[in-house]
């Protein structure tokens, strides 16, 4: 008969080791998409001024939650609970954007 081991070699998982100058890189790409919020907040597109926020922090949002968490290099369950909720938070989003569309707005 085989032995089952039950050590602690078992239950190991392998870490990535993430380089700095991947951060930095992100660093700099999160500090880009500040400068975008900021400058996109002084020109006058309409209604579109709140799906571009939104799509500006959404993308700001990704970058942080796959490297800063490091959802990139984790298990494919890891990367499905983080989609769900992501995805529940745009149908959140697109609602209540459909919502700010079909408002009358300045008739009553």
């Keep these: 008969m085989s032995e089952v081991q039950d050590g602690p070699e078992q239950h190991e998982h392998e870490h990535h080791i993430v380089s700095p100058i991947i951060y930095v890189i992100i660093l700099c790409a999160l500090l880009v998409g500040t400068g975008l919020t900021v400058w996109a907040s002084f020109i006058d597109l309409g209604p579109f001024n709140p799906i571009i926020a939104l799509a500006i922090a ?30 529940t938070f745009l149908v959140l989003i697109g609602m209540t954007l459909a919502d700010y569309f079909t408002r009358a707005w300045g008739r009553w």
């Design 58 to 87: 959404c993308t700001k949002a990704v970058l942080v939650v796959l490297f800063f968490m490091h959802v990139k290099y984790s298990s494919k369950l890891t990367k499905l609970t983080v989609g769900a909720g992501f995805f």
